[in-house]
């Protein structure tokens, strides 16, 4: 089983570091390849650029919290949920506490 994931050619797990502009200051993200492949297609989706995609999320995101504490790791999610929606990955169990 683990040879499905070992087999992951290197490249997609290869992080690589961005610029960007978010409120107004530069900043750089750093993502693993595959994340950014999904990222580009997300915004797509959305009828923007990534650039854009990234600043309306990021706006939004401090909108509703007041703060953007891990953006990195929210675009990661933002990732994992699209896939679900696609069908691409079943969303995990919740279990209540």
């Given amino acids: 089983m683990c040879h499905l994931f070992s087999g992951i050619p290197v490249a997609e797990y290869e992080s690589e570091t961005r610029s960007v502009r978010l409120g107004g200051h530069a900043t750089s993200i750093r993502l693993e390849a595959v994340y950014w492949r999904a990222l580009e297609e997300l915004a797509r989706s959305q009828g923007m650029s990534l650039p854009r995609f990234l600043t309306v999320l990021y706006d939004e995101v401090l909108d509703l919290h007041g703060e953007a504490r891990n953006f990195t790791s929210l675009l990661r999610c933002a990732c994992l949920q ?5 069908g691409a990955v079943r969303a995990p169990v919740r279990v209540a506490a």
């Fill in 82 to 86: 699209q896939a679900e929606r696609q």
